[in-house]
């Protein structure tokens, strides 16, 4: 059974810093392009940034770009987010997604429960 | 960047049939991917390529795209579709994945 548990959310003040994990279980890691997805209060989802299969190859949505930071230990099947410089719009659950075929297809099949950021002084 | 126009919500009683409309330009031209979102819960892929179902979605729900509108139909709604639906494509030009603004299915 396909399992992938996000940890790491909490309450951060602005400009601080967070990063998230996500542990992914049921199936070969290595073999699939990893995402994460974010929905705010009230708002739909929004697509944050990509991985692929061996890391390689990352990509961000323009409202994260060059503040968040994904990476991957395909060792300990685990994904990451960093996050800096956290603005109050950054608030949102995270969620962790795998990705339907190997190549990246950008179609997520599975999909963490979620973890909870909230931005705030 | 690629944008995706969906009704906030849509309202069905049970037993009826659901149309959740996704609209973008040509969308005809793209593979247009819909998922379920109920709260507190992780999201669920109910149909990719247009019209593919994962293991486990019901029959029930099927897609449909062309022209300028892609279409979610889920027959004979069952209270425990109530959720938020979205539409998803890849937006070639800047290589990225593109969600919709989220329909909200309510079963009366």
């Known amino acids: 059974e396909v399992q992938l548990l996000e940890s790491g959310g909490g309450l951060v003040q602005p400009g601080g810093s967070l990063r998230l994990s996500c542990a992914a279980s049921?199936?070969?890691?290595?073999?699939?392009?990893m995402t994460w997805v974010r929905r705010a209060p009230g708002k739909g989802l929004e697509w944050v940034s990509s991985i692929s299969r061996n890391g390689g190859k990352s990509s961000y949505a323009d409202s994260v770009r060059g503040r968040f930071t994904i990476s991957r230990d395909n060792t300990k099947n685990t994904l990451f987010l960093q996050m800096d410089s956290l603005r109050a719009e950054d608030t949102a659950f995270y969620y962790c997604?795998?990705?339907?075929?190997?190549?990246?297809?950008?179609?997520?099949?599975?999909w963490g429960q979620g973890a909870l950021v909230t931005v705030s002084s | 960047s690629y944008v995706l126009t969906q009704p906030p919500s849509v309202s069905v009683a049970p037993g009826e049939t659901a149309r959740v409309p996704c609209g973008g330009d040509?969308?005809?031209?793209?593979?247009v991917h819909w998922y379920q979102h109920r709260p507190g819960q992780a999201p669920v892929l109910v149909i990719y390529?247009?019209?593919d179902r994962p293991s486990g979605i019901p029959e029930r729900f099927s897609g449909s795209n062309s022209g300028n509108t892609a279409t979610l139909t889920i027959s004979r709604v069952e209270a425990g579709d109530e959720a938020d639906y979205y539409c998803q494509v890849w937006d070639s030009t800047h290589d990225h994945p593109v969600f919709g603004g989220g329909t909200k299915l309510t079963v009366l």
């Open positions: 997604a795998k990705d339907l075929g190997g190549g990246g297809s950008l179609i997520f099949d599975y």
């Open positions: 040509n969308i005809g031209s793209k593979s």
């Open positions: 049921g199936f070969t890691f290595n073999s699939y392009a």
């Open positions: 390529y247009r019209s």
